[in-house]
């Protein structure tokens, strides 16, 4: 059965590589937005920290700067 | 109607939605996978070659859907100047491109146990290169372009200009003598693919559609928090 599945007739080299390429592909293009997401959510943070009391007071009248800042202390 | 389409209403919801989506995709793939790879049955010329369908035309299908969509942004982009509409469309391009990547790599592998070559210049292939040319040169000029309202304009023109390549991929196996079988299925009449195949393809498709939201999502916020950090440099 096992031996059936890998070698697919014949053509499990084609099979399992276009499979395979398939599913790389997906890995790569998920870490790498991944990446960049959570690069993005740190140079806020970082930002943010730099602000003196009075703009950040501002900054966080905004519903979307909280939003960020409160997914960014789950990371 | 577009108040709804604003950056701070949505976040709420685009923030919070990768990891149900990622958890869904993974069941769908699994279930997908095991559906196409063990439970499916072999075709009766093809073999199991066949089972590369199951990657290829989904990466094709959603490809070609995710272009379409660039268009239609972009031209509600132009008409409406929101420019909402070109952080959703630079958003689902990096999927759009891979999908397209994925289905001419897997066609070449399944075009060679089929037709005994990896690659040739048939309508349909060559126009699937086309529009992996027109997704490089918009993610390219994304990247090109500093100035935010020129890159708009560039990129939909390219997007609108591309567009006009998306009824040629389609109709180019009816309308030139290609290697590439004619459409089996239509949703306006009788299929020509068996439901034990059918089914298969429908569940892979969906597992592709969800990884292709999982990836808009996260782009999507990452481009959002781009625009917040630049709104801090400001204040």
């Known amino acids: 059965m096992i031996n059936e599945i890998i070698s697919m007739n014949g053509y499990g080299t084609y099979v399992w590589s276009a499979f395979a390429f398939t599913l790389i592909s997906f890995a790569t293009l998920y870490f790498v937005t991944k990446l960049q997401l959570s690069k993005e959510q740190k140079r806020f943070v970082s930002k943010f920290g730099s602000l003196d009391v009075e703009k950040a007071k501002a900054a966080r009248l905004q519903n979307i700067n909280r939003e960020i800042l409160s997914n960014t202390s789950k990371i | 109607m577009f108040k709804y389409f604003k950056p701070n209403k949505i976040f709420a919801i685009t923030s919070r939605a990768p990891k149900y989506v990622l958890f869904l995709f993974i069941i769908v793939l699994t279930i997908g996978l095991t559906e196409a790879l063990i439970l499916s049955p072999e075709d009766y010329k093809?073999?199991?070659?066949?089972?590369?369908?199951?990657?290829?035309?989904?990466?094709?299908?959603?490809?070609?859907?995710?272009?379409?969509?660039?268009?239609?942004?972009?031209?509600?982009?132009?008409?409406?100047?929101?420019?909402?509409?070109?952080?959703i469309a630079k958003s689902l391009a990096p999927s759009g491109f891979i999908f397209n990547v994925i289905a001419l790599v897997t066609g070449s592998i399944w075009g060679k146990p089929t037709w005994g070559t990896w690659w040739a210049w048939d309508a349909r292939i060559t126009s699937m290169l086309i529009l992996a040319l027109f997704y490089g040169m918009y993610l390219l000029a994304w990247r090109i372009y500093q100035d935010k309202e020129q890159a708009i304009k560039i990129t939909s023109m390219i997007a609108i200009l591309g567009a006009i390549n998306v009824p040629i991929i389609k109709f180019s196996v009816d309308w030139w003598n290609t290697l590439h079988q004619p459409q089996s299925i239509n949703i306006l009449s009788n299929n020509s693919i068996h439901a034990s195949m059918l089914i298969p393809l429908g569940i892979m498709t969906a597992a592709f559609a969800l990884f292709s939201l999982l990836i808009f999502l996260m782009k999507y916020n990452t481009e959002l928090i781009k625009v917040k950090n630049k709104g801090l440099d400001r204040l």
């Open chain 2, 46 to 87: 093809q073999s199991d070659a066949v089972r590369i369908m199951y990657v290829h035309v989904p990466a094709a299908w959603i490809s070609l859907g995710i272009f379409s969509s660039l268009a239609l942004l972009s031209v509600g982009s132009f008409v409406f100047k929101n420019k909402n509409f070109s952080l």
